[in-house]
């Protein structure tokens, strides 16, 4: 199997597949809830305050700062809700993002719009990036939170996250960005980034599903979203201490590998890109003329019906992705490649294809290879129906 679906999810990293067996192991024989009082309770605790701290030091942060989370998306929502609401400022109504942020995003913001916040959602340029100058003209008075991801999960395109959190730190305007994407693909710490508020997830980065945080920078209030204790009352629920350990020993090899990788996915990146060009007409690269993470391609097939060549492709043994994972299924086109500015038509012929730790140049070659072949077929396809 070719996996090119890495933003999607990405597989375990193998250390982590046996830390987390081990883990389990040592659950069966010494089980504890790390709010217990009791021997085991407080060596679950230990483990959980070390995880803390191992993420803090990966991100550059403090250990308070650290809030976990059960997802990213958990993450947004709570960055978004318990930070707009903890605000508790009626001359601030407002909440500014672009139109290309995760649904996790999207949905947060939409829920506050019905309770009657106001919503800004700007639109990026065709290159896909957001400008600063257009979400920085938003952030007046009335403003009391700005979201911009870090890295947008279909294009891979960075976007201004510095720029725009400097202002709105100048201007009193909480600033939150979704580092999902970017976390292990390129350096991001709390500190460098200007940011208040950043979500991240475990299981795209060598982790497992169902872990995340929220850094929370000193003195920025959020209300949890479930009541509860943990996390320093930022949220409810017994914390998942072995998965914890995981997400902390994921991001400290996804980081420390992070020069060498970046470079050699972007070399396998950019490789893709340029022969598919070269061997296949009718071929547009979403975004490439914006700066990127190394390992993203979006790529439009001018004329051809993405769900077709997607079909293909997996019967091939090759998985690509046909936008945003949670959109799979969906007949609607990208929100984020329309906001682009792309039709429906083309947004229904665009693939994702995003690298991984996994990724090898005999995958890349072999992906190539059926593209070339059943990108006729999916644009006859396509005319078929037209």
Known sequence: MAYFDHNATTPLWPEVAEALCAAHRLGVGS????????????????????????????????????????SGSEADALALRGAFLARKDTARHRVVTSAIEHPAVLGTVKQLEAEGVEVVRVAPGPDGRVPASAIISQLGPGTALCSLMWANNETGVLQPVAEVA?????????????????????????EASGADLVSLSAHKLGGPAGVGALLVRRGVPVQALVPGHAEDGRRGGTSNVPYLEALALALELATGRLGAESARLAGLRDRFERELCEQVTGVTVNGAKAPRVPNTSSVTFAGADGEALLIALDLEGICASAGAACASG????????????????????????????????????????ALVTHVPKARAAAASVA
């Open 31 to 70: 089980p504890g809830n790390p709010s217990s009082v009791h021997r085991n309770g407080r060596a679950a605790r230990a483990r959980l305050d070390a995880a803390r701290e191992r993420v803090a030091k990966a991100l550059g942060c403090q250990p308070r700062e650290v809030c976990f989370t059960g």
């Open 166 to 190: 400097k202002v709105c730190r100048e201007r009193g305007v909480l600033f939150h960005t979704d580092a999902v994407q970017a976390v292990g693909k390129v350096a991001v710490t709390l």
């Open 330 to 369: 969906s007949v609607t086109p990208s929100h984020v490649l329309t906001a682009m500015g792309l039709s429906t038509a083309q947004a229904h012929g665009s693939l994702r294809f995003s690298l991984g730790a996994t990724t090898t140049g005999e995958e890349v070659d072999r992906v190539l290879a």
